[in-house]
Nanobody, 116 residues
Framework: QVQVVESGGGLVQVGGSLRLSCTTS????????INWYRQAPGTEREWVAQ???????SYTDSVKGRFTISRANDQNTIYLQMTGLQPEDTAVYLC??????????WGRGTQVTVSS
């Protein structure tokens, strides 16, 4: 069983920045991949970014160059640093983990609202 908790969401103006956190138990370094997704009202859930156990990262095209996914030194937290935020980034951001046995676990999400 993996517990996943997101935090760091909030209200920010266009062009602003936020850093989201995803804290897992057990620690993130014991997981195969950790992903950020987002879901805006009335839309399907969208994959945003991924960090592998190897530390390789990947991003959806719309956030490349603006968002950065990274692992904290404590090995328990994954960050999503978001810069240059736009209204279309408004969504609930969810963290999803995949274990080495291919089981998936989701957090409950954190709301990000970008106001113009």
């Amino acid at each position: 069983q993996v517990q996943v908790v997101e935090s760091g969401g909030g209200l920010v103006q266009v062009g602003g920045s936020l850093r989201l956190s995803c804290t897992t138990s057990p620690r993130t370094s014991s997981l195969r991949t950790i992903n950020w997704y987002r879901q805006a009202p009335g839309t399907e859930r969208e994959w945003v970014a991924q960090i592998m156990n190897s530390a390789d990262t990947s991003y959806t095209d719309s956030v490349k160059g603006r968002f950065t996914i990274s692992r904290a030194n404590d090995q328990n937290t994954i960050y999503l640093q978001m810069t240059g935020l736009q209204p279309e980034d408004t969504a609930v951001y969810l963290c999803m983990c995949i274990t080495f046995s291919s089981r998936t676990y989701w957090g409950r999400g954190t709301q990000v609202t970008v106001s113009s």
